[in-house]
């Protein structure tokens, strides 16, 4: 397919209680692609900030304490990061923890819709150790 | 350089062995980026299901055992996740896994080719613990 | 917004001095969606090559070092790895952390900028053991 481009974005915001609390981002996701008009492209959902994450997950209660637990093994709080010298704030291990897992992630837009499983829900996750007001872009791309 | 925008999806198809078997997709990608007819642009490799992931390797047989061993380094099969409990089928570790390399990459497309350096594959890694029928959606978007 | 899209692709070339080396790429990112024209879309990051990778971070000497440390906790150097059999080159782990932290970062582009927190920057980390030549390129897309 081919044609004029429409580029269509609109900021997404919420407020966390702090560290390790996730929430699932996907109707949102979805109502801005309708929104959009949009039927195939992508879509891009960028946090603005840099100790917040976004990816794909199966969102329910299991998996997400398993995400919290894993990220604190792999990344503990406790350890003395390098960036708590710089600041005094004492979330390094909340900076490593998004750069990890990454600011943002792309999807294909097609039938109007992002193109995702069923069981596979797009999803923001807090690594700030205070709670936060977050704003999450999302950037829809297509025809 | 500007003009229509062109938009095309195809959906890649295959089944898996099960759990750490990885392919590679750089050859089908091309293909697809070929199809498209665009030469600039950009085109997302993207997972539909949440215990699989996509990203960039060189795509050899020592990489792929290391890239297991690592995976069951860092988020053991054999732990408790609460995920199983959940549903009670044991893969909990599988979407932990797939949630920290990604769903999708995006690569940018120029001279109607993906830019990717010689040694770096786009690939496909299955972590799920049973055999899977899997698919990719892959998405160019340009001109 | 709807119209004729427009695609600008720059390489962006440098030097690093071996492993674990970063730079901060944001300037340079933002020079080039300025220099595309492109208000409205998306910017795509993307190295060319499996021993390095991109992300977003927030850029400041001790987080540098944090991030360092991070890798050569979770993908030991001194470990054999199965890739250094194959080559003989023993950057196996090297292969592994670009595969985990990605080789592309991609960032919505809105009123002429990427958008981005003020303590978030977009880097590249250099994980091969030796220095090379690097290539980025970047893909700007939108209206």
Redesign the interface.
């Known amino acids: 397919?081919?044609?004029?481009?429409?580029?269509?974005?609109e900021l997404v915001s919420f407020s966390t209680p702090g560290e390790l609390w996730s929430t699932d981002l996907t109707h949102e996701v979805e109502k801005i692609v309708k929104n959009s008009g949009i039927t195939?492209?992508?879509v891009?959902v960028?946090v603005?900030?840099?100790t917040g994450a976004v990816?794909?997950?199966?969102f329910?209660?299991?998996?997400q304490?398993?995400?919290a637990?894993?990220m604190e093994e792999?990344?503990p709080s406790k350890r003395h990061?390098?960036?708590?010298?710089?600041?005094g704030d004492a979330n390094?291990h909340s900076?490593?923890r998004a750069?990890?897992?990454?600011?943002?992630?792309?999807?294909?837009?097609?039938k109007g819709k992002p193109?995702?499983?069923t069981?596979?829900q797009i999803f923001f996750i807090e690594f700030d150790i205070r709670p936060r007001n977050r704003k999450v872009?999302?950037?829809v791309?297509?025809?």
Chains 1, 2, 3 share one sequence.
């Open positions: 397919m081919e044609g004029k481009v429409k580029v269509h974005g195939e492209g992508i891009v960028s603005i900030g840099s990816g794909t997950i199966e329910e209660s299991g998996l304490k398993d995400i637990t894993l792999l990344i990061w390098r960036h708590n010298d710089t600041w390094g900076h490593l750069t990890l897992l990454g600011p943002s992630v792309t999807i294909p837009v097609s193109v995702l499983g069981w596979q872009f999302v950037q791309m297509g025809i």
